[in-house]
């Protein structure tokens, strides 16, 4: 039997489905088109400055580090550009070791690279890119550039570089730039200045780049930069300009601390010149040094155990942070103190024995059988201790440290470098807060008596020293030293004085410090200098001194070639010059030198030569003969040392005992 198809019922059925569908596509189109409306309408704003910052990439400019020279212009800073490979950890696809294995076949990189790579790598993050290779050539960066597509994750990178031309010259006055490390970026991060580094990758470490890091760096600009979708520039859309730091210019003369340092040669020590009226730091040299360079890209392992571990210690800023007993140096500014508070006459005369008992405690001279009949101007110009200890003994120690505290001593002199040490000017009350035991805490009399030859518990820097001296040839005015002479605005070159004013005066009478002063003359005259001064072509006024490294065993005699070399006494010189009107004041010591007129003082003598006449080390000797000239009096302290020795601290603060006998000071 044949079935008839129900037409209508199949129609029915297909009419549903076909509007079934066509409901279907409604709906989805519908979706699509409120996708669409939200997409480009409620969400335009925000995906199209998306979109802009996919195509625009904002990278930081890193602005021009400021120069440092000379007061006379003379460069010794400067910043120079160059490539240099660098590779991000996080873009990196592989092994790291054999990336860096597939780099050298193209650029050289050897053992050293390699280290201080692991060394930067670990104080970075690990989306900072570390160089591997500094200072490429143009030939390594053509090689590179033609392979860069199978190293994602390293590029060539123009960079500016810190460069010191003059090397160990004045490298502790300098100091030097280094990588941002992560104790450095944690202190950027946590200071007002943190956007001002974006992009920047050294920071200074030491010395002025270090003191004056704000002024140096200058102001980061910014460049809008369209790039590619695999993250190339194309083009450069907008750009704000890197401001240039501040020119350094400073009150050093580089000649004249070239012309100190090779006077050292090897020896050990500090010197620290100053023009008294302005407080410029004319010279500042620590020796040994070190080449700043070796800092910039991140120094070797190698290299930095044989500076940190050396015995000389060249890293140490010996100006800044080595104290020492001033010795005879002293003893002008006690001669002052004496006039000033009413103690002593000029013309008012002791009679030095040789020695000066103090209970049952023997203080020596330093001359045996003693220089007899001895007022304030032989007391300086032959350094007769006993005077100074009859003198220590009736000042005091209070009177001693009230009178010194403004010339600077034990005091920071707000010098423009960091970690100054104060020193130590003692006083009752500085023992009774530093000593913990109770029967430690009590000044005794007997330890007053060595302070009046600069022993005992004097111990100051250098530079307090020059500071103080550089006050005295100023007739008691104080001038902050400083390093900077002025800061000089990178665009315009306009130019600001670091210390435009005195700091204070200190009210002493004219008269007193002319008392001192001659004699500070007669001492380069006929004193314990005059051999080195003699026919300078110019006066100036000094004062030799010696300071104590060990004691010596009771009624043996110091012999410096029975000791070790590093167990010697140290020589110490201060000066100023020209005597009528002071231009520059010095103070040096020579580590381990021995007597001050032998070691210190030629230096001394040296510097002088040049800032005052012009002349240099070489020009010696040239020119018509000098005749010979009528023998000079040596340094006392070279005739003959005294042999006891102080004792411990422990038993000096229990009082001397009887028969004990204390060294005097030499020269």
């Known amino acids: 039997m044949t079935e008839f198809k129900n037409t209508e019922r199949e129609l029915y059925f297909f009419r549903l489905r076909l509007s079934a569908v066509a409901i279907f596509v409604f709906i989805c189109f519908g979706l699509l088109l409120s996708r669409f409306i939200w997409l480009q309408v409620y969400k335009h704003n925000d995906y199209a400055a998306q979109a802009e910052e996919n195509r625009i990439s904002i990278v930081p400019v890193v602005p021009n580090r400021g120069l440092i020279v000379d007061r006379n212009g003379v460069v010794l800073a400067r910043n120079y550009s160059a490539y240099t490979l660098e590779i991000t950890p996080s873009k990196i696809k592989g092994e790291l070791n054999a990336v860096i294995d597939q780099l050298a076949e193209l650029v050289e990189i050897d053992a050293k690279d ?68 992560q104790k450095d970026a944690e202190k950027i991060d946590d200071s007002d200045d943190a956007a001002n580094y974006n992009g920047t990758d050294y920071i200074g470490k030491e ?84 080449d700043p360079n070796v800092f910039v890209d991140g120094i070797d392992q190698q290299t930095w155990e044989s500076l940190n571990t050396s015995l000389d210690k060249p890293l140490v800023n010996r100006p800044l942070t080595g104290t020492y007993p001033p010795g005879s140096t002293y003893k002008p500014f006690m001669a002052l103190a004496a006039l000033e508070l009413g103690k002593r006459t000029p013309s008012m005369t002791v009679s030095d024995p040789g020695y000066f008992w103090f209970g049952n405690h023997k203080f020596n001279d330093d001359k045996p ?45 707000g010098i423009d470098l960091e970690h100054e040490k104060r020193g130590l000017l003692p006083s009752t009350a500085w023992k009774r807060n530093y000593y913990k035991r109770p029967e430690m805490k009590k000044w005794f009399a007997g330890e007053t008596i060595s302070l009046g030859i600069g022993q005992g518990y004097n111990s100051f820097t250098p530079l307090q020293m020059a500071h103080a ?16 002479k002025s800061l000089e605005d990178g665009v315009t070159h306009k130019q600001t004085l670091t210390v435009a004013k005195e700091s204070y005066r200190i009210p002493l009478k004219q008269e007193n410090i002319d008392i001192i002063k001659r004699a500070m003359i007669g001492v380069t005259k006929e004193g314990t200098s005059a051999r080195v001064f003699v026919n300078a072509g110019y006066v100036s006024g000094g004062k030799t001194g010696t300071a104590q490294v060990v004691g010596i065993k009771k009624n043996e005699k110091y012999n410096a070639k029975t000791i070790g070399e590093r167990l010697r006494d140290h020589a110490l010189y201060t000066a100023f010059a020209p005597a009528d009107q002071p231009r520059i004041a010095i103070a040096i010591v020579v580590e381990n030198g021995g007597f001050g007129a032998e070691a210190a003082a030629p230096i001394v003598k040296k510097a002088l030569d040049y800032y005052l006449l012009g002349k240099k080390p070489e020009d010696a000797g040239k020119g018509k003969e000098t005749p010979p000239q009528p023998e000079q009096p040596k340094d006392d302290a070279a005739l003959q040392r005294p042999a006891a020795e102080l004792k411990a601290e422990a038993e000096a603060a229990t009082g001397p005992k009887p028969g004990e006998e204390s060294p005097g000071n030499k020269e």
């Open 114 to 181: 390699r280290k201080r790579f692991r060394k930067l790598l670990d104080e970075s993050k690990n989306f900072e890119s570390v160089p591997v290779r500094t200072r490429l050539t143009d030939e390594e960066v053509a090689r590179f550039t033609v392979q860069r597509f199978r190293f994602p994750g390293v590029e060539i990178q123009a960079r500016l570089f810190r460069q010191y031309p003059l090397g160990e010259l004045a490298s502790h006055v300098i100091g030097y730039i280094g990588r941002i490390s």
């Open 207 to 290: 010395g002025l780049e270090k003191s004056y890091e704000k002024e140096l760096h200058g102001n980061t600009g910014y460049e809008e930069v369209e790039v590619s979708a695999g993250g190339r520039a194309v083009r450069t859309l907008s750009r704000t300009a890197a401001g240039p730091g501040s020119n350094l210019v400073l009150s050093i003369d580089i000649e004249l601390q070239k012309v100190v340092e090779e006077a050292f040669g090897d020896r050990r020590g500090a010197l620290v010149a100053i023009e008294p009226a302005t407080g410029d730091v004319l010279a500042y040299v620590s020796k040994p040094g070190y």
């Open 369 to 413: 059988g003693g220089h007899g009949s001895v007022d304030m101007y032989r007391s300086i110009v032959q350094s007769c201790d006993t005077y100074y200890y009859m003198l220590a003994n009736d000042l005091g120690v209070d009177a001693i440290h009230d009178f010194m505290k403004p010339f600077g001593f034990g005091e920071l002199t």
């Open 469 to 484: 001296i550089a006050t005295l040839a100023n007739n008691g005015v104080v001038m902050k030293p400083h390093l900077v």
